[in-house]
């Protein structure tokens, strides 16, 4: 269920707020995720791609770098998926230091700041009994209160976003909304709050411009 295909690269992409080619870049043999097919991304590798993410985008960490924390942490720990590994946020971050068998010169202040960072992205996924579950998207700041209005999980419509908590699917909010259905009409009707209807149908729109 997991590890299943479910994502095209564009789908996963826009879900992690990556472009496109970026994440074809990080997919396959050659990447640092390894689907289940060439063209398909897991609940896992979605989740992986989130937290990849902040390692590159906020501090651009060198991939190769990551690369031997990975490998590393793959040996230690056992897993097909370190980068959910829940050692990952203290093992993995300091291992990710290492590029090319010589540690990266970084105050104690850029440390803090990068655990802190991939904490933020960690803490955006929830877990089930060790498993990542639930992934939480930002929408759009990325702060430690960024709402939580939209969760994705693989057994919940059938891995689509959905507003958190409801299992009510964001493309049928949007869907809706462009019907020229009010938003505070779709509020009453499934008691939900306005803020969280506009997100989703926010989140709809820019996968849209994405697409």
């Not at 990710?96 to 803490?123: A, H, P, S, W």
Request: one cysteine or more.
């Amino acid at each position: 269920m997991y590890d299943a295909p479910a994502y095209s690269v564009v789908q996963a992409a826009h879900y992690v707020g990556l472009p496109t080619a970026t994440l074809r870049d990080w997919v396959g043999p050659r990447g640092l995720i390894m689907t289940p097919k060439p063209k398909n991304l897991s609940f896992n590798n979605l989740a992986e791609a989130h937290v990849l993410r902040a390692m590159r985008r906020h501090h651009k960490l060198p991939m190769q770098g990551i690369r031997k924390a990975l490998e590393q942490l793959a040996l230690i720990h056992g897993t097909p998926h370190p980068l959910l590994d829940e050692s990952f946020r203290t093992d993995g971050v300091s291992l990710c230091i290492e590029e090319e068998g010589r540690v990266v010169n970084l105050t104690r202040k850029l440390q803090t700041e990068m655990r802190e960072f991939v904490d933020l992205y960690c803490d955006r996924i929830q877990r089930q009994d060790g498993q990542a579950a639930k992934l939480y998207p930002f929408i759009k700041n990325e702060s430690a209160d960024a709402p939580r209005h939209i969760s994705i999980s693989p057994v919940i419509a059938f891995g689509r976003p959905v507003l958190a908590d409801t299992g009510i699917s964001t493309a049928v909010i949007a869907g809706r909304f462009m019907a020229d259905d009010s938003i505070t009409d779709l509020a009453q009707e499934y008691a939900v709050e306005i803020g969280a209807l506009e997100d989703a149908i926010r989140w709809e729109m820019l996968k849209g411009k994405a697409a």
